[in-house]
């Protein structure tokens, strides 16, 4: 079973991609190819965020 | 990836009751927030009833969080914006997604979804097919016209996610369908339970083939209650020689539940993604005990444009006193859902289930698959028909059918019946949800 510092390190992977995502989304509003895909990573984040970080402080 | 695993999320899955507890406690303040912040509707019901996001401290302030049914939904959709009215928290160029309600109940609810409620639905299916066995090396076929509802959609995209193989059934017809499971050697499937029936009836009788020679080695239900009414499981697990699973979820809710490979005799409540509470239907009062039934109120804890919070399902359902052995802490829902608390109607002053009276039919050698019962007065008499199919080569035996029948559901619903038979193929057969049950009382 996963330890809680494994967990910890995959929360703060999670946090890594998705600060990456919202930069990269941020600068592409006038580049819909770059825009749009990056708006369906971060969907993506989420549910990596309801499986790991939500758990995170419980 | 380890496809030995035997829960998608093994922490989610495991983790004690205790800490589920807290984490829903948490998500249900965020989603309140969300909505309260967001929806012009939301915000209207919780204000009036005097509750702002930081009241929300314990499970007995949700008790107090207003339910929202379905005909409310309906009523938000006369306004803007169009078509989904003011439930709605995102704009509308953030929708990605329309689908609408079956119908079954009245006018269809339409329900918005942005892209990541799309992945969500399509995470909440991947937990219901993870724990039903399916791996990437499987070929699913879905035998069925994907359409305006969200049936089955999010299980193709779920089956995709989780790695599967995924086969599109959609407007081939059943023989069509047959052929291809044949020539693919597909693994799995999902449909109605009616449907998966009538598909084996197709195959043995107007094809000459025998279902359980083919390469199904699992069957998810859904839709209708079949799947958890242990004498239509067996039927379509022998025709089909394939485990079969039953799963509820809704359009307007999700997936929020799931028979594992265990079969406990239940459902799992996903209780990391939604939270279930059960209300007496007399008093009102939230149950928590096994054994006592009430009508389900549930909370899609994630789902961003049209939230789902305390919405009143009227699905009659009762918590399980045991724990499930595949090692899950979400509890079970015992026989899965039961009824719909519209459904369930008193006939000469007993409350009659219409699953009670297919669970009879369907464990009675002889009759076919199909059956329909009328509810009507004869005066001030109420009186329940109940037209089935007797099978071909079964005639000499009508009437110790006819015995058995009478017998079996006057022991399993308390009430007395007018069975009518019918010569085999006469029925109507449904791809979608079955309508089986009709109440012309209400006509005089």
Known sequence: MYQETDLKEMDKKIKTIKFAADELKEMSCKFPAVYRNTARILASVKMLEINISDIMDV | MNQDQRYWNPVLETLPQEKLKKLQLKKFKRIFKWAYDNSKFHRGIYEKAGIKPDDIQSFEDISHV?????????????????????ALCVSLEDVTEFRQTSGTTGQPV??????????????????????????????????????????FWAGHYGSEKIGCEVVPGGVLDTKARILKIQELKATAMMATPTYILGMAETAKK?????????SINKITCAGEPGASIPSTKKRIEEAWGAKVYDHVGATEIGAWSYECEEQPGGLHVNEGLFLVEIEDVETGEIVNEPGRRGKMIITALDRQAQPCIRFDSKDIIEWAPEQCSCGRTYRLIKGGVIGRADDITK????????????????????????????????GDIDQITLNVELMPGMEKQRESTEGRLKDQLRLKTNLGYNIIFHEYGILPRYEVKARRFKDLRKKH
């Open chain 2, 206 to 214: 107007k094809m000459g083939i025998d279902p359980a020679s083919l």
């Open chain 2, 347 to 378: 006939v000469k002053g007993v409350l009659l289930a219409p699953s009670a009276i297919e669970e009879v039919v369907r464990e009675i050698d002889g009759l076919g698959e199909e059956f329909e019962v009328v509810v009507d007065k004869v």
């Open chain 2, 110 to 151: 339409y329900q918005a979804d942005t892209w990541q409620d799309w992945e969500w639905w399509a995470e909440s299916w991947s937990y219901v097919l993870w724990s039903q066995g399916y791996r990437p090396t499987d070929r699913v076929f879905i035998p069925f016209g994907y359409n305006i509802f969200v049936a």
């Open chain 2, 66 to 86: 207003p339910k929202v049914e379905k005909s409310m939904m309906r009523d938000i959709q006369r306004k803007d914006p169009f078509p989904y009215g003011d």
